[in-house]
């Protein structure tokens, strides 16, 4: 029996509320399996955190977590912590500390669903968003001088690489290439921005060279956000910078019909370190310890963690599992329009995999 070792990082919010759902569907699909199971070690990081010892994680906190085979996160965001510290000292130390350089985001209108477009069936909305997760806008280069007299600067610099463009974009021709359209966006604002994404651009052409079998277009950023809402069926993989890849995808998580939904991966394609699986919401302040939050964005997040574990039969009894509870309207929490809590949502989709036919791990 193999076991799969997890760190569970419940953070802030409605973190707490939905990581250990996360957990619990891990339990129930491990059970199913028979042939693998999960070892799970909790870490208190986050506000609470913070509040006794004046940071979100400990100094030593990656070598802690360094030798599991999967993170799962929650989310780093607390109302009386400014939320530059919260990000900056958990949720990012853990993706750049992991050099977690790719950020996977799915998105589709799962069965049930009333997404937001009036004009957009389910099967027009199917796309994968590829986020540069390393450096760009958000490398944290920059600083302030003159605080709080009339000359006062700021700047936040993008730093890009060669090295760092060069392997999101190939992770992302191959993520393309590995979905039927084989088909890519290159999101790139080299009219405005006119060093790093013009470099941007020149790295595409090259390496859309080592992939012939991929159709690919560049759109800039801007019009990315139309194309989205009124041509979603042209559009299957794309790919952007970290500041322009958070934006679409938080659009592409509404247009999907609830940021409550949306799962992503932040992966070492290498396997140096652990990865990281999260739900793409934050810590929704506004519901939190109500029971309310939705916890769908965490399991198909945990589908991706089985993925990427290579467990692919689980991943698929999980997912469905997941699509049979969405289209039960009875089924959906308050931000769908729902009355459900997130006990009896998870309940769900353990019930739903307690009755999927033994998972066959091997056979895939
Ligand atoms: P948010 O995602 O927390 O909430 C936005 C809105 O969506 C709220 O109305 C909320 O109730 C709703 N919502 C989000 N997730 C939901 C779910 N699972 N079920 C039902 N409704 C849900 O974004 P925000 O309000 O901009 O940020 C709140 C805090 O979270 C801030 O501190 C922010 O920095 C932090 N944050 C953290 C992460 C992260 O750790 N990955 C991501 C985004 C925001
Ligand atoms: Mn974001």
Same mark, same amino acid.
């Given at each position: 029996m193999k076991t799969y070792r997890i760190a569970a990082i419940p953070g802030d919010g409605i973190g707490k509320e939905v990581v250990p759902a996360g957990k619990r569907v891990l339990e129930a699909i491990g059970a199913l399996s028979g042939d693998f199971t999960f070892e799970f070690e909790d870490f208190a990081w986050g506000g609470d955190y913070y509040r006794r010892h004046?940071?979100?994680?400990?100094?030593?906190?990656l070598n802690e977590i360094r030798n599991k085979d999967a993170i799962l996160f929650g989310s780093a965001g607390d109302p009386h912590i400014p939320d530059h510290i919260t990000l900056w000292g958990l949720r990012l130390k853990i993706c750049q500390g992991f050099d977690q350089y790719a950020n996977v985001r799915p998105t589709r209108i799962l069965p049930g669903i009333d997404g937001?477009?009036? /004009?957009? !069936?389910?099967? @027009?909305l199917d796309w994968v968003i590829v986020r540069e997760n390393?450096?760009?806008?958000?490398?944290?280069v920059g600083g302030r001088a003159h605080?709080?007299?009339?000359?006062e600067v700021a700047t936040d610099v993008s730093m890009m690489t060669r090295a760092g463009v060069e392997r999101i974009l190939r992770f992302a021709f191959r993520i393309a290439q590995s979905r039927p359209r084989k088909l890519l966006t290159v999101i790139t604002?080299?009219?405005?921005?006119?060093h790093a994404m013009v470099m941007w651009d020149e790295i595409a052409l090259e390496v859309s060279k080592e992939f012939p079998d991929v159709t690919w277009d560049k759109e800039l950023v801007d019009a990315a956000t139309a194309r989205m809402v009124n /041509?979603? !069926?042209?559009? @299957?993989t794309l790919v952007a910078t970290n500041l322009h890849a958070d934006i679409l995808s938080d659009l592409a998580a509404a247009l999907a019909?609830?940021?409550?939904?949306a799962p992503t991966a932040n992966l070492d394609p290498e396997r140096r370190y652990p990865s990281m699986f999260e739900?793409?919401?934050?810590?929704?302040f506004d519901i939190?310890?109500?029971?309310?939050?939705?916890p769908i964005g965490t399991f198909w997040s945990v589908v991706m963690m089985l993925e990427h574990l290579g467990e692919m039969s689980a991943a698929r009894t999980l997912m469905n599992a997941i699509e049979s509870v969405t289209a039960?309207?009875?089924?959906?929490?308050a931000d769908l329009g729902g009355k459900a809590s997130t006990v009896q949502v998870t309940e769900a989709v353990c019930a739903f995999v307690a009755q999927a036919p033994a998972v066959v791990t091997k056979a895939v």
């Open positions: 004046g940071v979100m994680m400990p100094a030593d906190g937001p477009l009036k /004009r957009c !069936a389910p099967k @027009d390393s450096e760009g806008e958000y490398a944290g605080q709080g007299h009339p000359i604002k080299s009219n405005a921005q006119r /041509r979603p !069926a042209t559009l @299957d019909g609830s940021l409550g939904i739900p793409i919401h934050g810590s929704a939190m310890g109500k029971g309310l939050a939705n039960d309207p009875a089924l959906h929490t």
